[in-house]
Each structure stands twice: as C-alpha cells, then as structure tokens.
C-alpha cells in the first residue's frame, strides 16, 4: 500500500497520472481552486508538499488529460479577480480622468 498524504488521503499510487496546475500561496486560496475546478467537473487534488529547501509548497493537482483546461479555468478566474480588483482601487481615485476634461484656454 502506497504512503498517504495528510492532507488528502490519497495514496501515491491513486496520484500517479496527477500533474499540477498551479501552486497556491495558502491553503485558502488552494481550496477556492479546488472548488472552482470541481465546478467545471475536473478532478482535484490538493497536495502539500516541501520544496527542495524545505519550503511548504502546496500544489494543486489535475489528471494530465485535464491539465489544459484547468489551465484555461484557473488563469480565467484569476483575470477576473485581478480586474475586480482593480475595478475596486478605482473606486478610490475620483480624480480619473479630470484633467482630460479640463479646459486649459
């Protein structure tokens, strides 16, 4: 029987064809991944793991022959939250554009 992850509960040999899509910064962020993948009906697994100096690395995972797709699905989300988030700073200068209206004659 193969060793299991804590995380997980999935022994190496159920990961065997698994590859990763992304590296998540915290395991916040790696669960709205895993949600988000699982939405569009892609297996996931999320894997903590450390680094070759010993670094916590916690990856998310897809079946190689979903590897594209999650790709497409993840970097999607991520330009959506980057535009809200930047929709959102806008909120914060009202100044946007004033000069272009002023009239200098």
Do not use: C, W
Request: glycine letters at 4%.
């Amino acid at each position: 029987m193969g060793k299991r992850s804590r995380k997980t509960r999935k022994s190496r040999s159920e990961l065997q064809g698994y590859v990763v899509v992304t590296f998540a910064e915290d395991l916040d962020l790696a669960a709205e991944y895993e949600s988000l993948l699982q939405a569009n009906d892609i297996p996931v697994v999320v894997k903590e793991q450390r680094d070759h100096i010993g670094n916590l690395e916690i990856a998310v995972m897809v079946p190689e022959e979903f590897l594209d797709e999650a790709h497409v699905i993840i970097e999607s989300q991520d330009a959506y939250d980057e535009f809200y988030d930047f929709a959102m700073d806008g909120d914060e200068e009202d100044d946007f554009g004033e000069d272009i209206l002023e009239d200098e004659f």
